[in-house]
């Protein structure tokens, strides 16, 4: 649940932002598994862009079928340990919902709640407490391409080329330049 020790405001859409390479963790599940349903646990945060699930997963113990995920561990330490989202598969539809039991059982009793099926994200939900009342909201999941920044430091360093025309000019020191001919 998300919570914070003081009141203000915080404006954020109702999305919820998966990475690119947790479809590419389902896709590989859902090939293994079959036409048979499967779940995976997460980790998210709220941000000003929506909330924001990471790269992070889990793989908690559970036995399935066509139509069910039987968990054979307790989720509630892990949900503890800040593994506060659920994704689910419905492998048997291009185009899932959440089913009656869905929102009666997973949805409730984790932060966001993420459907997966053969065309990738299909619905998620987000879960608030609001004073007494839990108010939980569906939404179109969003996902993002991975970024990948590589820290060079001082491994590749760029030499400047200036191009006049037919002549290449290589910047070498402050006071010295060489001319070479520049052939295309």
Known sequence: MYTRKSWGTVVAPAIVVIPEYIEKVCHSIQRQVGKNEFSILLKGQWSSEGFIVHNEFF???????????????????????????????HPFTTDAVFSTSDENTINKNFDCSILYCQNGFSEASLRFSVDDMLVIVKTKPKIVKDKVEVLLGNKIKVKEIRKYGFLDIKKQGDDDIDIEEFSL
């Open 59 to 89: 793989i908690p113990l559970q036995e399935v079928t066509i139509s069910e995920v039987n968990f054979k561990e307790d989720l509630y330490p892990l949900v503890r340990k800040g593994w506060n989202v659920i994704l689910h598969s």
